[in-house]
C-alpha cells in the first residue's frame, strides 16, 4: 500500500487546473451546459437508459467512457483534494448509473437506448467492452478514494454478467474487444477484490485475441456485413491480426495498441507468465526505439490513428494523440511493476513531462488531440495535414483525450514509487509526503524540490523504528554525473545495471537524502533512419524537451541553424508560462533578400546571426500562436 | 507557317516509343485489348451511342477524351511519320465519331447512352465541354496533318450547336465548363477555320467564368443537388471562384488551372486584351516563383489534384501531375507568343526534360500520374502518401496523363521556333529540318546538336535568296557564357533584356551557326521560404534536374551529403537509361553503427566518405526500383 499526497510546484498547478477548471468543465459538458458546443449528450443518455427521460442516444458510441473517466478522474481528486460538493455529484451520477443498469447487469446506454436486441453482435467496431473497461477503472479508483462500494458493485454486477457471455465455452461467445480496455481494467478489479476470474477473464480476452477461426470474420458472417474493413481491409488496427505472443511490432491504431501492452504486462506479472513477458519487451522495445518521437508522442500516421512503421516519424504530418502518450504512461509503470529497469521510467518520465501535458492550455480550458512536433499554421490547410490544428480546441466530438490526460494528472502520484521486498524504488521526482509499507512496517518518505527547473531533490525517510532496508533511486538517462549524499555526507553512486543507484543501510528518522541531477542543456539527436531529422537537432534539459516558437523567434523556423558550438543559457521566467526554464543562445537564420524573388537559383545559403529561444514544448501555443519546431537545423 | 521535321536523338527516340509503343498500345486499351487491365470501353461507348452495340455506357463521364487524345496524338505522329495503317485506323474510328454524333450536333457518350435528357445539367462535374474541347484540338490535329476535313467538319457541326446553347442572351444557359479545355481548343479552330464566332465562344467562356450569380450555383439548384462541394465547398478548384481577370494566385486543380491560363494567354493575343494579359503574367510568376518544383512540376496537394499555397512544395507527398507539367508547356508557349521572353521559354524547357517525360518509363510501357522528388518506397503505403507510387504503373482508371504525354511528345516540333515580323526565333535546341515563311519568303533552318547532352548546337540557315533578317536564339537561364560563331567566326552575344540573343545581318544559302552552351554542373538551392529544401541542394546540368537513386546509391538517401566543394564528373554513358549524362562526385553518408539501435542520443552525426551518382531525374525508375531524391544535403 502506497499513499502519495502530492505537494509538488509543477504537478500540483495541473492538478489544481484539472480540479477548478478541467472537471467542471467537464462535468458540464457531460450535461451540455457549454454555450456554443456540440452537444456531449453523455448524462441524457443514461437518464433514457433509466427509462427517466425520453429521446433518442447520441453521440459517439462509446459515448458512455467520457462519464467514465471523468468519474475516475474524480476519483483520484477527491484522493488529494476531498470535496464534499463534488463527491455528492458523483454519488448521484453513481445512481443513475445504478439505475440506467438493466437487470442481468448490462450496462451500455449506446444498445440499451438504441438497438437492445443486438448485444455484444459487432464487438469489432461497437466498444462495448471499452466502456465497460473505463466504467471497471473507474469504479475501483472511486472505492479506493471513498470506500464507498456502490459504484463497485454496479461494476462487479456487469463483469460478472459478462463472465457469462464470453469465452470458449459451448454457449458462450468467443469473442474479444475492438478496442481494448478491459483487459487492463478487469487486473484492478482483480486486484481491489482478489477474485481470480477477473484476471481470468482478462487472460482469456489476450489469449483469444488474433487466434483462427478469426473472431471479426465469424461476427461479420453472422451480422451480414459485407463491407470490407476500412484499415487496409485487416485487423492489425486493432492488433487482432495474429496472437499477441507473436506480436513484436506496434501496428494499428496506437491506444488500442498501447491499452493492451498494458494489460499484457500487468498480466504477465499477475500470472509469471514468460511468453507473455517476452512479447511485451519486445513490443516495448519497438516502440520505444524505433517508433516513438522525442516527446513520447507514439502514431505517426492519421488513418487509423496509427502506428506506421520503423523510423517513419514525420514531424509535421503525425497523430501522437494526447491518447496515446498517456497510455505510454499506464504501460510504462506496469513494465516496471514486471522488472525494475531505469528505461520503463525513463520513457514515462518523457511522456509525463513532454507529449501528455502538451495536450491541454495551461489553463485547462482547450486540448489537442494532435500533438505535432512541427507546425507551420498554414500548411494546417493542407487536406494531409488538416488532422494537425495550429492551436488547442475547445472540445472534441471525439472527446477521449481531455479525460485521459485529467485522470492522468490526478493520478500522478502513482508513479512515484514501487515496493518490491526490501526494497523502496523511486521512480519520479515531484514534491510529495508519502506513507507507505515496507515489510509490515510503515514508513513514510517525502520529496522536496523544484524538479523539473532545479537539480536538487531533498528525500526524508522516516520509518517506523530504525530499520535496514533499501532505497533505490533512478538516475535518469540524461543526467551523466548524479550525486547523493545522505545527511550532509556524500556517498558513492552506486548505480547499478537497471539505472537505479541502490542505498542499503539502517535508516532512522529523519534521515535526508540529497540527490543533485545536474541538468545540462543536451542536445538530442535522431538515429539517421528517422530521415525527417537527418542534420538536426532536439534541445533537452532534465526531462524537458524544448521548441522554439515563432512568437519568439520570428516566423519561418526551418530557416534557423544552431551551431554546433552555440552555449544556451538558461534562465527561470517566473513569469512566462506559468514558470519555466527558457534556453537562449547564438544562431542563425538564412539571409533571404539575396533571392530577388526567384524560386531556384545558385545562390548559396548565406547566414546571418540571431538569437534563439525556446521554451518546453510542453507549454508551446499558450502566447501569440504561430509556427512551431522541435527539430532544429544544425550547422 | 512553320513546319517542322524533327531528326533529334533524344526526342526521336521518344517519339519512336510513342509511334511503335504507346499509340498501339493505347488503341487496344481503348479497345478493351489489353489483358488484365480494367476495361477502357472507350470504343464501345462509341459504339453504343452510334446504335451499332447494346450495353451501357462505362468508365469515367470523360472517357471521351481518352479517344481525343488518342486522335490528337495519331495526327502529331502522321506530321513526322506518315504511316497509310495508321490514318485508316483513324479515319474508321473518325468516321465512327460521326455516327455516333447526334443529328443536332452533340457529341458525348455518357449523355446520350446514360442521361440524354439531362445534357447540360452539371457543367460543374460533369466534363462534356471538356471533352468537347479535347475533340476539337484532335480534329483540327488531323486536319492541319492529314488536309482531311470530316473529323473538322463533326467538330464544326457540335461547336456551332453549343454556340446555340450558351450564352447570356435569354433562352441560353450561362454557364462555362466545369474542367476547362474548350476555352483553348476553341483558338485553335478559330485559327484552322478564321471564323470568329469561336474566338467569341472562348472569350464568353473565359470572361463569364467566376461572375456573380454564380452559375454553378444556379445549376446546383435546379438539379437540386444539396451535397456540399467537396473541395472545401469552393469553387478554386475550377477557379472559378472570381473572375479570371482578379485572379493572382494559383489554385485549385492544376490542370483546370493552367489550362485556363492557356486559353486566356492566347486570348489575350487575339483579342489584344492588356487586362488579360496582366492577369496572364501575375499567375505566371505566382506559378514558376512560388508554386512550381524544379522539375516543372506543379499541383503540390493531392486533394483535389491541386496546387496549394505559396512555397509549400513537399518533395515525398506532391502531387505533380504528370498532365500539369504538360498543359504548363502550352501554357509557356501562349506567354511566347503574346511577348518573347525566355522565362517562358526557359519554362517550358524545364517542364520538357524533366516533370513531363518523368511520367513515362523509358519503353513507354508504364506511367506515373504523379511525379515525386522523393520517394522512400515504404512511406508509399502510409495512407497521406498512397498517391505516391514507387513505380510507374500500367495503365491508370482515369487514363488521362499518359495519351496527354504522346500528344506532346509527338508535336514538340510545335514548340522551337516562332516567327514574328522580321524575327526567327529560336526557343529550344534539338535536331530537326525545318520550313518556314518569313515576309512570304521561304525559309529553311536546320539544327544538328546532341543537346541536352552535349553543348553545341549547329544551326544552318536556308533563306531562298539573300536577305536581311533577325534570327534570335534564346540564351537559357542555365547558361552562363554562351558563344556564337556565324560560319565559324565568333560573334559577340547580343543577348538583350528578354534573354534573347539576336542576329541581324543577310543572310545567304547555307549560313551556319554554331551555338555553344556551356553545360557546367550547377547546384541549384531553393528560396528559403521553401522548407523542405533549406540546406539542400539540387543538381541540374544543361536543362537536365539530377536525381540519386537507391540502385547507385544504396539505401536511406537523406542520409547523403554533398561537401560544397565536390566536383562532380560528367560521363555520357551510351547504355545506361538510352545514353545519359551521369554525375559522379565524392560524397559523405551518416555512419548510423555508433547509434547502436538507440533512436535518440546525443551521439554527434559522423559522417564516412562515399561516391554519389546521379542520373537524370525523367529517367528514374527504369532499373531495380527504390529510393530515389532530388533534394540532397549540402555540407
Known amino acids: ?67 467514465a473517466k471523468w468519474l475516475e478522474a474524480v476519483a483520484y481528486s477527491l484522493e488529494n483534494h476531498p470535496d464534499t ?30 438497438e437492445p436486441n443486438n448485444r455484444w453482435t459487432n464487438l469489432r467496431d461497437n466498444h462495448e467492452l471499452y466502456c465497460a473497461g473505463h466504467f471497471i477503472e473507474a469504479a475501483v479508483s472511486y472505492y479506493k478514494a471513498t470506500g464507498k462500494r456502490k459504484f463497485l458493485d454496479i461494476m462487479i454486477k456487469y463483469t460478472d454478467y459478462i463472465i457469462s457471455v464470453f469465452g470458449t465455452e459451448e454457449g458462450k461467445i468467443p469473442g474479444y474487444p475492438g478496442h481494448q480496455e478491459i483487459e487492463l481494467a478487469l487486473i484492478k478489479l482483480f486486484d481491489v477484490t482478489g477474485e481470480e476470474k477477473y484476471l481470468k477473464l482478462s487472460k482469456y480476452f489476450i489469449d483469444q485475441r488474433g487466434e483462427q477461426p478469426h473472431y471479426f470474420e465469424i461476427e461479420e458472417r453472422e451480422r451480414e456485413d459485407k463491407q470490407p474493413f476500412f484499415f487496409y481491409n485487416g485487423y492489425e488496427y486493432h492488433q487482432a491480426h495474429i496472437p499477441v505472443r507473436e506480436q513484436d511490432k506496434a501496428v494499428g491504431h496506437a491506444v488500442r495498441a498501447i491499452y493492451m501492452y498494458t494489460a499484457m504486462a500487468a498480466l504477465a506479472r499477475k500470472t509469471n507468465d514468460a511468453t507473455l513477458k517476452q512479447a511485451c519487451e519486445k513490443l516495448w522495445d519497438n516502440v520505444t526505439k524505433q517508433q516513438m518521437y ?50 520503463y521510467a525513463d520513457v514515462m518520465e518523457r511522456a509525463l513531462y513532454n507529449g501528455t501535458i502538451s495536450g491541454m492550455n495551461l489553463d485547462g480550458k482547450k486540448f489537442f488531440y494532435v500533438n505535432p512536433l512541427e507546425v507551420w499554421p498554414q500548411a494546417c490547410n493542407r487536406h494531409d495535414k488538416r488532422h494537425v490544428k495550429p ?52 514508513i513514510r518518505i517525502a520529496q522536496k524540490t523544484e524538479y523539473p527547473w532545479n537539480d536538487q531533490v531533498i528525500l526524508s525517510v522516516t520509518p517506523e523504528r530504525k530499520s535496514a532496508f533499501t532505497i533505490a533511486l533512478r538516475i535518469p538517462n540524461w543526467c551523466k554525473q548524479a550525486e547523493i549524499r545522505i545527511n550532509n555526507e556524500r556517498i558513492h553512486v552506486n548505480q547499478q545495471d537497471n539505472g537505479y ?135
Chains 1, 2 share one sequence.
Open 391 to 442: 492551436v488547442r480546441q475547445t472540445w472534441f466530438t471525439c472527446a477521449c483525450c481531455p479525460p485521459n490526460l485529467t485522470r492522468l494528472i490526478n493520478s500522478i502520484g502513482h508513479y512515484l514509487y514501487s515496493v518490491k521486498n526490501n526494497q523502496i524504488y523511486v521512480h519520479l521526482y515531484a514534491g510529495n509526503e508519502t506513507r507507505l509499507k515496507l515489510n509490515g512496517q510503515n
Open 501 to 635: 543507484a541502490y542505498i542499503d543501510r539502517i535508516w532512522d528518522k529523519d534521515d535526508q537524502i540529497e540527490v543533485l541531477l545536474p541538468m545540462s542543456v543536451k542536445r538530442v539527436r535522431s538515429h539517421p533512419n528517422v530521415r525527417e531529422n537527418v542534420g538536426k537537432v532536439a534541445l533537452q534539459r532534465g526531462p524537458i524537451v524544448y521548441c522554439v516558437e515563432e512568437v519568439d523567434n520570428g516566423e519561418n523556423l526551418p530557416n534557423l541553424f544552431v551551431p554546433i558550438h552555440t552555449q544556451f543559457d538558461i534562465h527561470f521566467e517566473e513569469e512566462l508560462l506559468g514558470g519555466v526554464v527558457t534556453l537562449t543562445g547564438d544562431g542563425l537564420r538564412i539571409e533571404d533578400s539575396v533571392w530577388n524573388g526567384e524560386l531556384y537559383s545558385s545562390n548559396t545559403f548565406q547566414k546571418k546571426r540571431t538569437k534563439i529561444k525556446a521554451i518546453p514544448y510542453y507549454a508551446w501555443c499558450n502566447r501569440t500562436p504561430g509556427e512551431m519546431l522541435v527539430w532544429i537545423n544544425e550547422c
Open 294 to 343: 522525442i516527446t513520447a508522442g507514439v502514431g505517426s500516421s492519421e488513418f487509423g490513428e496509427s502506428f506506421s512503421f520503423d523510423y517513419d516519424l514525420p514531424n509535421d504530418a503525425c497523430y501522437t494523440e494526447t491518447c496515446a502518450s498517456v497510455a505510454l504512461v499506464f504501460w510504462a509503470k506496469r513494465m516496471l511493476d514486471v522488472e525494475i529497469h531505469s528505461k
Open 1 to 67: 500500500m502506497i499513499k502519495v499526497q502530492m505537494k509538488d510546484k509543477f504537478w500540483s498547478k495541473y492538478m489544481d487546473v484539472v480540479r477548478n477548471e478541467v472537471i467542471p468543465y467537464q462535468w458540464d459538458a457531460l450535461n451540455d451546459r457549454i454555450p456554443n458546443a456540440e452537444p456531449s449528450h453523455a448524462i441524457k443518455n443514461l437518464r433514457i437508459a433509466a427509462g427517466e427521460e425520453q429521446g433518442e442516444f447520441y453521440g459517439m458510441v462509446f459515448q458512455d467512457s467520457d462519464v
Open 85 to 114: 460538493h463534488l463527491e455528492e455529484t458523483a454519488d448521484e451520477l453513481i445512481n443513475l448509473l445504478g439505475r440506467a443498469q438493466q437487470e442481468d447487469g448490462y450496462l451500455n446506454t449506446y444498445y440499451t437506448i438504441k
